[in-house]
């Protein structure tokens, strides 16, 4: 069992930036964020393989965010940059028994409890 605790969410202006972690409890494998907004499923918002050579990032974050990860320290990041108020939204890290678990919510195993994230116009 993996236990994953997400950390740095926060309010912020438009145009503003937050870096959120994600610290594991234990050795994980493919991770990626996934964030839901009020009355919206929850969606994929970037993923990253276990050796980071693989990487995946829905199109409406690609050049805004970066998602990283220290294997040492058994952490995810997420870097995200340029916020939009459309940002807005719970943000949950997740951990994959495969090496990548790409965007589907089905490939992962373990949830974080989620950081809210809110962007102000």
């Known amino acids: 069992q993996v236990q994953l605790i997400e950390s740095g969410g926060g309010s912020v202006q438009a145009g503003g930036s937050l870096r959120l972690s994600c610290a594991a409890s234990?050795?994980?494998?493919?991770m990626g964020w996934f964030r839901q907004a009020p009355g919206k499923e929850r969606e994929s918002v970037t993923a990253?393989?276990?050796?980071?050579?693989?990487?995946y990032y829905t199109d409406s974050v690609k050049g805004r965010f970066t998602i990283s990860r220290d294997n040492a320290k058994n952490t995810m990041y997420l870097q995200m940059n340029s916020l939009k108020p459309e940002d807005t939204a719970v943000y949950y890290c997740?951990?994959?028994?495969?090496?990548?678990?790409?965007?589907?919510?089905?490939?992962?195993?373990?949830w974080g409890q989620g950081t809210q994230v809110t962007v102000s116009s």
């Open positions: 997740a951990a994959s028994g495969s090496l990548f678990g790409g965007e589907s919510r089905s490939n992962y195993d373990y």
């Open positions: 234990g050795r994980t494998y493919g």
């Open positions: 990253i393989s276990w050796s980071g050579s693989r990487i």
